[in-house]
């Protein structure tokens, strides 16, 4: 006698039939940002340039024009000190909006 195999399902149950994130183009029908705006660079407001083209998904081509240079401290061989970008995040979030198209199409 000869054992079948079973037949695996057509379709995967892990996957749900989802309505597709269409791009949303004009910026005056985005909802706001979730991040408080600031006027000043401050320490709570501001993201540096690696973490934000990793938290995007931008490039450095893709970063907005304004940002703040600050040197900071560095240890490695000796001390030294290291050049930081910093970036105001809710313009850094906004460029990834452009990006995608709108804030629903960058999260998804």
Known sequence: ?????PVP???????????????QDDESKWRKSRIKPTKTLNLSSQ???TKAMALYRLNVEELPNSYDID??????ARVTEA????????DVERAAWKKNGGPEAFET
Not at 9 to 23: F, L
Not at 71 to 76: A, D, M, R, T
């Open 1 to 5: 006698m000869r054992h079948q195999l």
């Open 9 to 23: 399902p057509t379709k995967s149950p892990a996957r749900t039939p989802s309505t597709p994130i269409v791009r």
């Open 83 to 90: 050049k930081t970008y910093l970036y105001l995040e809710v």
């Open 47 to 49: 993201i540096n340039r």
């Open 71 to 76: 040197y900071k401290p560095v240890s490695f």
